[in-house]
């Protein structure tokens, strides 16, 4: 495995094949402007895109907050003083990066949310495959609050996750999502304690972690995929991931294991 990526304003951490990336700008809420978080998420999320050791990336949030989105006194140093083309390179070169890593890489991440997400915070949790939340998690598509939009893409992953009409409920009132009502409206997969949260994680992290690895990102890929393809067209890759499964050493261990009632010991061959 290649070493840890160098991060500033977050903390990694490996077990077995489950990383753990902790957002620790606690003092700003885990705000993704005005600190490193972007820098690290985006590094993080490449290297273990790119590690075949890893199968899982967990995703939470250190102190009080999963993310609070924008600095909003950044925000309005930069309404005032940069211009309509320097805003949009600022979206495109900053934090348009992390739904672009999202959408890449080929292993499932998994949010773990210990406490208010709000903005592009909300839209980070949405971006990825699977969320679980504490008590204390709260959800929050509130840009319209400040005469803005997502610039992150947020409209695109909201409606995947809640349908379109609640997703245009969601964005146009800028409310926010308590935890209970985030399960019930599919934010959420499950609320917990909060000190079941992590363990909660690891344990859904686990099994997955378990399975053959490369079926896990082959079976990754196809879930992306599946988004915008057609029917044809997605049986067609469908086929191409199968084949190039069923010639991989830990497809026939995983059979030989289940004659064997055992559980399979994979290589990611």
Not at 169 to 185: F, P, Q
Not at 186 to 213: C, F, M, N, S
């Amino acid at each position: 495995m290649s070493g840890l990526p160098t991060l500033t304003d977050a903390g990694l951490e490996l077990e077995g094949r489950v990383a753990v990336l902790t957002l620790k700008r606690d003092d700003v809420r885990n705000a993704l402007s005005g600190t490193a978080l972007v820098d690290d998420i985006c590094a993080a999320l490449a290297w273990a895109g790119a590690s075949p050791e890893i199968s899982v990336l967990i995703l939470t949030g250190a102190g009080v907050a999963f993310s609070a989105g924008g600095n909003i006194k950044m925000m309005r140093e930069r309404a005032l003083n940069s211009s309509a083309a320097e805003m949009e390179h600022y979206y495109r070169r900053g934090i348009q990066r992390i739904p672009r890593a999202m959408n890449t890489i080929e292993i499932p991440v998994i949010a773990a949310v210990n406490g208010p997400a709000i903005g592009a915070g909300c839209d980070l949790a949405l971006m990825c495959d699977i969320r679980i939340g504490s008590t204390h998690a709260q959800f929050g598509e509130t840009f319209i609050n400040l005469g803005i939009m997502a610039g992150d893409g947020g409209a695109w992953f909201l409606q995947r996750v809640v349908g379109a009409q609640r997703a245009a409920e969601l964005t146009l009132t800028g409310r926010i999502v308590k935890a209970e009502e985030a399960r019930a409206i599919g934010i959420l997969l499950e609320v917990t304690e909060p000190d079941r949260l992590l363990p909660r994680a690891r344990e859904i992290a686990g099994q997955i972690a378990a399975k053959p690895p490369l079926a896990v990102r082959y079976a990754k890929r196809a879930l992306r995929l599946a988004r915008h393809q057609g029917l044809e067209e997605h049986l067609e890759s469908c086929a191409s991931f199968q084949g190039a499964l069923q010639k991989t050493e830990d497809h026939l261990e995983a059979l030989t294991a289940f004659f064997d009632k055992r559980s399979g010991i994979f290589k990611g061959k």
